[in-house]
């Protein structure tokens, strides 16, 4: 790989991670994956020789301190905090995570959870904590359906795999999209038909203007009724209150969290002891440091090599 950064120098990678057991273990998987990339603390880095910025959770403003830089890399697929700073210089590219392992991984989660609501789990779990022995059957795949909402990198992929398992599955996005074996819906005005029938429901959306509070009454009150939701995105997605109603009405049989407005979510939170909802600590699916730097320096590459990269976010789609 030509790591020169143009100036006759190795290319400087700085990295923003406010962890710093994290941070040194994407240190020093960068090492592994570009030997000859100079990689180093952002705090330590001079500002005017790095060409790329690592970003996860950074302040904001963070970007903008590095004047020369050539991209900013984010350690997530989702890039909202990131182009949400409004001091990132317009024009920068900002880079989202693509990794197949981080797909691989959301595809498993999303797996896991819709397996549990569709072999009742819930009732299971119930009726042997009340030593009842309580036989309930569960439909086949065939005959229970999946809606994932957001039919990108990850919800492309997790709908495939539920299809491969046999569950009808559907999918909306946001321009017209075709998946061999989903049935596919895209924008506002098929939303309704899209959330027709889905027992399940998934979301896997970025988080945009248009894609916040998502997750509210009018959207449940469009499902069939006792369906669950799966949300695997963002916290602000979801319109914690209406969700708390339409568990309580019976709209919403069950809720898997694993994002949240404030993270960590807080112990006073009530979504930690309702007896239908499953919290999990914003673990869908992690990066992983040796196959997502090796997915970044692949787009490090494409820019140093004047080539566009493939998975810049749009500032105008807000993804
Ligand atoms: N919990 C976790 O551990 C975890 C891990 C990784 C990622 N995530 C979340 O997952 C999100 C999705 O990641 P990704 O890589 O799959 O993103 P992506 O490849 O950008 O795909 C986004 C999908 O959402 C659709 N979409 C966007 N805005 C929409 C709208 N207004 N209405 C309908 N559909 C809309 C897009 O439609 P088009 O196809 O038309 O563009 C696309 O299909 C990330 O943004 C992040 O928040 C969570």
Not at 248 to 259: F, H, M, N
Request: aromatic residues 6%.
């Amino acid at each position: 790989m030509n790591r020169q950064s143009g100036a006759g120098r190795p290319a400087v990678l700085a990295i923003a991670i406010g962890d710093p057991v994290r941070a040194a273990e994407w240190r020093d998987a960068f090492a592994a994956a570009a030997p000859d990339l100079a990689v180093l603390p952002a705090d330590e880095a001079d500002p005017a020789a790095v060409d790329f910025l690592l970003l996860w959770r950074a302040p904001p403003g963070t970007a903008a301190r590095f004047p020369r830089l050539k991209a900013v890399l984010s350690l997530g697929a989702g890039v909202d905090a990131i182009l949400a700073d409004p001091a990132i210089p317009a024009g920068l590219p900002v880079i989202r995570m693509v990794d197949e392992a981080l797909t691989q991984g959301m595809s498993e989660y999303v797996l896991w959870q819709v397996l549990r609501y569709h072999r009742r789990e819930p009732e299971l779990a119930a009726a042997q904590r009340g030593r009842r022995w309580a036989p309930v059957a569960a439909p086949l795949a065939g005959e229970r359906c999946v809606g994932i909402m957001g039919l990108g990198e990850l919800g492309a992929a997790a709908a495939c795999r539920l299809a491969a398992c046999g569950f009808r599955v559907k999918g909306w996005s946001r321009s017209a999209r075709e998946v061999a074996g989903i049935a596919t819906f895209h924008g506002p005005a098929q939303l309704a038909a899209f959330l027709a029938g889905v027992e399940i429901l998934v979301c896997l959306l970025p988080l945009t203007p248009e894609t916040a509070g998502v997750l509210s009454a009018p959207l449940f009150a469009a499902l069939p009724r006792g369906a669950f939701l799966v949300n695997a995105a963002r916290g602000e997605h979801l319109v914690e209150a209406d969700l708390l109603a339409a568990l309580a009405s019976g709209q919403i049989a069950g809720a898997t969290l694993d994002a949240f407005r404030a993270e960590p979510l807080p112990p006073d939170h009530p979504f930690w002891s309702h007896p239908a909802i499953i919290v999990t600590p914003h673990i869908a699916s992690l990066t992983r440091p040796a196959s997502g730097a090796r997915s970044l320096v692949a787009e490090m590459r494409r820019i140093l090599a004047g080539d566009a990269p493939l998975h810049a976010a749009s500032r105008d789609r807000g993804y």
